[in-house]
């Protein structure tokens, strides 16, 4: 199975400031055929259901305000939030599609510095 | 306007069983593989499996192999997630969630989820 890691586990952020966070995964998660990485941001606020925000590593979701950036490859991967909104307080999750199971990682708890 | 609607959740024994429902409508059912994720109490979320659009193939997570089975209706636009054998650390929220397509092929990626329906195992 693909294990996915995210750091940090949790994060404060001043309104206004960048907020970064990482994901690693246990294997290669590059297509390399078709040039896609396989994984995807989710955001979950409280007492919500998850919401995708961005997949091949950097394509937002519709709708999606352009604050939100995700970028890397192969293994390596972040989400940004370019000016943090208070909006943006929520648990946030990588997930791999590259194979089966399908999983997420931990998550990372963004909060308000 | 998409809407996926559980059901089915509740209060369950250790060792007994329960199946849970997902209602969709607002997009054709028939073409999306569907997705089941959990959430335990205060934790991140776990896949649980996936049912590929015409039902043909099936994947599962580690934890539930053998015990859970995924089934759906194409011609009731529903959902099903057989839980068996249920244990105390299945307790969590169960989100179905729609598989996402583009122009030219369909991925496990989720990309429409539901409110969930609280499953608690507990004797």
């Known amino acids: 199975d693909i294990v996915m890691t995210q750091s940090p586990d949790s994060l404060a952020v001043s309104l206004g400031e960048r907020a970064t966070i990482n994901c690693k995964s246990s294997?290669?998660?590059?297509?390399?055929?078709?040039?896609?990485?396989?994984i995807a941001w989710y955001q979950q606020k409280p007492g919500q259901s998850p919401k995708l925000l961005i997949y091949?590593?950097?394509t937002r979701e519709s709708g999606v305000p352009d604050r939100f950036s995700g970028s890397g490859s192969g293994t390596d991967f972040t989400l940004t939030i370019s000016s943090l909104q208070a909006a943006d307080v929520a648990v946030y999750y990588c997930?791999?599609?590259?194979?089966?199971?399908?999983?997420f990682g931990q998550g990372t708890k963004l909060e308000i510095k | 306007q998409v809407y996926l609607v559980e059901s089915g959740g509740g209060v369950v024994q250790p060792g007994r069983s329960l199946r849970l429902a997902c209602a969709a409508s607002?997009?054709?059912?028939?073409?999306?593989?569907m997705h089941w994720v959990r959430q335990a109490p205060g934790k991140g979320l776990e896949w649980v499996g996936v049912?590929?659009?015409?039902?043909?193939?099936?994947y599962y997570g580690d934890a539930v192999k053998g015990r859970f089975t995924i089934s759906r209706d194409n011609s009731k636009n529903t959902l099903h997630l057989q839980m068996n054998s249920l244990r105390v650390e299945d307790t969590a929220v169960y989100y179905c969630?729609?598989?996402?397509?583009?122009?030219?092929?369909?991925?496990?990626?989720?990309?429409?989820w539901g409110q969930g329906t609280l499953v608690t195992v507990s004797s």
């Open positions: 969630a729609r598989g996402f397509c583009d122009s030219i092929n369909c991925h496990n990626l989720l990309d429409q």
């Open positions: 607002g997009f054709t059912f028939s073409s999306y593989g």
């Open positions: 294997q290669n998660i590059l297509y390399s055929s078709i040039n896609k990485n396989y």
């Open positions: 049912i590929w659009y015409d039902g043909s193939n099936k």
């Open positions: 997930q791999q599609y590259y194979s089966s199971p399908y999983t």
């Open positions: 091949w590593a950097s």
